[in-house]
């Protein structure tokens, strides 16, 4: 072959590879137009002004003043968004998100729940709140209850004693009557799994009680129960006027199993989901009631002739099964699962873990970050919003949290830029391509805070504070950055279909080659 021959053959090569999408490049697309992007707080975590304008003492209060949290710290001033919330107002503006998701403090507005009194500057502030946002063009997405349980109710037993049903569903009354002309979007519960696991379970979080065998189960039982009762009188009182949606969030990794080939690890994958997730989702979304491989497992676990896991009346599954307009998700991780075998020996809680008869694991490949638990596996996102789908027959689902950590608040934070971007990538293929209904976005956290147990240690915030600074002014990362943007183009828009002057350079390129092929041959 002469090079006459060759070099129009290296030009046409040249003109097709200049056409073909580049290998390795991101997955580009965009969100419905009408998808809703929000960053998320919750008031423990920020508010400060723990005993101000009439509030009381709640769980977090008792334990981390008790010295139970990370070097002592406490959330008694924390971001101090009870007097700067007109501050974070223009930092949800600048980022242009559509909706802002913070919770209120049982405490401050029913300071007593055993009389039921309302403390009208608890509810003036949060209204403050509302009408800044609205001002500013942003939707009030509310958590009515986000794991500051009022002392007085933790006194008398707590979720184990369900009297605390009519003592929540009054202060779900109260606000739903108190915010409802401009709160449209509800949510009851925050993450009762960790509720109950963890403040009962494990006792690593308020209130401190480590009693895994029942406590857990009595817990969840009662916040089910509270929550059906609440969506109930949204139903019965309030939706034809006020028009809003009533949903929960639930907390959940990703549960895959350890070998895909092996059909015992995908069973116990299975079931490690249906006791995590599904633990309160399958009560809510499918049947009223708990999976059936919970109540098989915790029989199996119990005392011959009994079972650990309470009962749900007739009546009760009747008023639990749809008691949800939406599910909240909050996603961090991916968890992988094996079945238990019984010379294992691994043992260790009791109750809860141990009736799941599993063995949870994570990937030493898999990138961590600034907490022991977190680990950056973006495919699993997408895996658990097609469970999700599959299992629920596809409800609206809002991301209610999505972060990562650190623990040094640094403002050049690519690694929570790149989390961001793989996280949300995942969920933009889970909604453009398996159909799954997704309808908003919630980042965790607009700057970081008081971290619970971890106190200042964890940072998830998109915006940094300096706790040790009395100003407490809050910076800006790249992450803002990034999610301003994101927000501002809606997704991940191809830059080589966007781009005019690199279309316009392509075209440009292609004439060329093309009449340098037919001159030259």
């Known amino acids: 072959m002469d090079s006459g021959t060759i070099f129009p053959l290296i030009l046409i090569n040249v003109f097709v590879h200049l056409l073909l999408p580049v290998e390795g490049t991101d997955y580009y697309g965009r969100f419905p137009s009408n998808f809703m992007w929000g960053l998320a707080t919750s008031a423990h975590q920020i508010e400060g002004a723990w005993n101000a304008s009439g509030k009381s003492e709640h769980i977090w209060d008792r334990f981390c003043h008790a010295g139970k949290c990370w070097k002592g710290d406490t959330g008694d001033v924390a971001c101090d968004s009870f007097h700067k919330y007109m501050v974070d107002v223009q930092l949800l503006k600048k980022i242009g998100v559509t ?35 609205q001002r500013n063009n942003i939707i009030p997405l509310v958590t009515i209850f986000h794991w500051d349980l009022p002392q007085s109710l933790e006194d008398i037993g707590s979720w184990a004693n369900e009297s605390l049903i009519g003592y929540y569903n009054h202060y779900a009354d109260v606000v739903f009557k108190a915010y409802g002309d401009k709160v449209k979007h509800w949510i009851t519960f925050n993450e009762p799994w960790v509720i109950c696991w963890m403040g009962y379970g494990t006792g690593e979080y308020a209130p401190g009680i480590k009693e895994p065998a029942t406590r857990p189960y009595k817990c969840a039982h009662t916040i089910i129960k509270s929550h059906a009762e609440a969506y109930h009188t949204y139903n019965d009182k309030y939706r034809n006027t006020q028009k809003g949606q009533v949903g929960i969030t639930m907390n959940s990794d990703f549960m895959a199993p350890k070998d895909p080939h092996n059909k015992s690890h995908i069973e116990a994958a299975t079931r490690a989901q249906q006791f995590n997730l599904g633990w309160f989702a399958h009560p809510i979304f499918k049947s009223g009631d708990y999976p059936d491989v919970m109540k098989n497992y915790v029989a199996k676990n119990s005392p011959q002739g009994t079972s650990r896991l309470p009962n749900f009346t007739a009546q009760e599954i009747a008023r639990n099964n749809g008691s949800a307009d939406f599910l909240g998700l909050n996603h961090y991780t991916t968890s992988l699962v094996e079945p238990l075998r019984r010379n294992d020996n691994v043992h260790v809680t009791g109750g809860y873990i141990d009736d799941q008869e599993n063995i949870l694991s994570h990937d030493p490949a898999w990138p961590g970050s600034g907490s022991t638990w977190l680990f950056v596996v973006p495919w699993g996102f997408r895996n658990l919003l097609n469970w999700i789908r599959t299992e629920y027959g596809n409800p609206q689902v809002i991301v209610t949290e999505n972060g990562v ?12 830029v790149d989390y961001y971007r793989a996280y949300i990538t995942e969920m933009l293929k889970a909604i453009n ?18 971290e619970w147990s971890n106190g200042y240690h964890e940072k998830f915030g ?6 040790s600074d009395p100003e407490l002014k809050r ?11 994101l927000i501002t183009e809606n997704g991940f828009p191809d830059p080589t279909q966007n781009n005019a002057a690199v279309c316009s350079q392509k075209i440009f390129i292609s004439l060329v080659l093309i009449f340098l092929v037919f001159f030259l041959g």
């Open 405 to 416: 950590t650190d623990n040094n608040g640094t403002v050049q934070d690519k690694h929570r």
């Open 99 to 133: 909706h802002y998701r913070f919770s209120l403090a049982w405490t401050r507005i029913i300071p007593n729940p055993l009389t039921g009194e309302v403390n009208q500057e608890g509810l003036n502030y949060y209204r403050q709140l509302i009408d800044e946002l």
């Open 433 to 450: 391509e398996d159909k799954c209904n997704v309808t908003g976005y919630t980042a965790w956290s607009l700057m970081d805070n008081f």
């Open 475 to 485: 910076v800006p990362k790249d992450s803002a950055i990034f999610f301003q943007k």
């Open 462 to 467: 998109i915006h940094y504070i300096n706790f």
